[in-house]
């Protein structure tokens, strides 16, 4: 295996909500919900998702946590937003003070304001609208 990850995939609650909180509240590019005509069953995923090309070519997906979970063949759980989180990397604590606004302006859950961490950097938590942990990080060593 190379030592890449392309798609991370978020399972959600309802795609529509969270297709408006990552599309008109954070701003980013999407052709909206695709593959929706692939309607599935009790067994097999349907197919409707949201994908966002993030720069370096990474995709960040939004499914529904239902489809995920028969998709993979595994039982649903109970979401859990400590099992990980995403970070995004500003430039500025400027930046991050605004993004952080900017997702609570969207919905979001602030679960932890931004401040400067014992070990260099400046960073802040929050919550998409299904309890996903996003980390918005300014390290002052990083170009």
């Known amino acids: 295996m190379k030592p890449q990850i392309g798609v991370v995939t978020l399972g959600v609650d309802?795609?529509?909500?969270?297709?408006?909180?990552?599309?008109?509240?954070?701003?980013?590019?999407?052709?909206?919900?695709?593959?929706?005509?692939?309607?599935?069953?009790?067994?097999?995923?349907?197919?409707?998702?949201v994908m966002f090309h993030l720069e370096g070519g990474l995709i960040l997906a939004l499914y529904p946590r239902s489809e995920l979970a028969k998709d993979a063949h595994h039982s649903i759980g109970g979401p859990s937003s400590t099992e990980f989180s995403l970070g995004y990397f500003a430039g500025s604590k400027g930046e991050v003070d605004q993004i952080l606004n900017q997702a609570k302006?969207?919905?979001?859950?602030?679960?932890?304001?931004?401040?400067?961490?014992?070990?260099?950097?400046?960073?802040?938590?929050?919550?998409?609208?299904?309890?996903?942990?996003?980390e918005v990080i300014w390290n002052p060593s990083t170009p």
């Open 14 to 49: 309802d795609l529509a909500r969270s297709l408006a909180f990552y599309h008109e509240g954070l701003g980013l590019p999407t052709k909206g919900i695709t593959a929706d005509d692939f309607k599935g069953d009790d067994t097999h995923a349907a197919g409707a998702v």
């Open 105 to 134: 302006a969207a919905g979001a859950t602030l679960t932890d304001a931004a401040h400067d961490r014992p070990w260099g950097i400046y960073s802040g938590y929050f919550k998409d609208p299904d309890g996903h942990l996003w």
